[in-house]
């Protein structure tokens, strides 16, 4: 194998580099964790966009584009659900659709550049639920639904915007995204305050009772 530092050859079971002195990993492991650059053929990391031996910018491992990404969520949604009858004990939780949906987006590459970025960022924001959030008025499957891919959503919004900032995407870019993914908060704000707000008007409907209770009683 190769020491993942130097990238010279090694014997298979050395456990530190003959050359630089680096700790070796096990052959599997190593493995696992590197490439080959496509322009030199050189081995570094995975998750590495530019190779150290000669300069060549690799794009990250992305198999589709933002617009091929949505599509395939989409078909995943829609695609034919097994007939199941929910037993009135059963949580309400999302259908086994969008459970491969959401998983589908925790696990999307975030592309390498900006224009796609700014892309991700908007359909993201766009998939949003906030009256998902409203736990006040009972929920469903399709709200349970819409609610956890929503938490999806955000997750993936906010290493999105990280990235933008780390590949230097122009602030003005930035900031109407984060305008769109803040106003969507606070509807999500909104609406997670409904039940507190009913329980502090009920608590001040019982606390009133009583008052005027303890006012008749010494009138009497």
């Known amino acids: ?24 990993h096990s052959k599997i492991q190593y493995e696992k964790d590197t490439k ?33 990404f949505e599509k395939k969520l989409t078909e995943v949604l829609n ?33 390498n550049n900006t224009a796609d970025i700014l892309d991700f960022l908007i ?27 929503s938490e999806a959503w955000i997750s993936k919004y906010q290493q999105a915007v990280q990235k933008a900032k780390v590949l230097g995407m122009e602030q003005d870019k930035i900031d109407r995204a984060e305008q769109f993914y803040n106003e969507k908060m606070r509807q999500v704000k909104k609406e997670k305050a409904k039940v507190p707000i009913f329980l502090l008007a ?11 209770m303890i006012i008749g009683f010494r009138h009497m």
């Not at 014997?11 to 530190?16: G, I, S």
């Not at 766009?126 to 009256?131: G, K, L």
């Open 36 to 68: 080959k650059c496509p322009n030199c053929g050189g081995l570094i990391y995975a998750l590495e966009t530019k190779c150290k031996f000669c300069g060549y910018e690799i794009d990250a491992d992305i198999p589709d584009s933002v617009k091929d």
């Open 79 to 111: 695609a034919p659900k097994e007939k199941t009858k929910r037993k009135w004990y059963d949580a309400i939780e999302p259908d086994e659709n969008a459970k491969k949906a959401i998983q589908l987006i925790r696990n999307y590459a975030i592309p």
């Open 1 to 24: 194998m190769y020491c993942q530092k130097c990238g010279k050859q090694i014997a298979d079971d050395a456990m530190f580099c003959q050359y630089c002195g680096s700790e070796v």
């Open 123 to 149: 359909l993201a924001v766009s998939n949003i639920v906030p009256s998902a959030f409203d736990e006040f008025n009972g929920t469903n499957v399709q709200k349970e639904t819409d609610k956890h891919l």
């Open 202 to 212: 009920m608590f001040a409907g019982i606390i009133l009772m009583f008052a005027l």
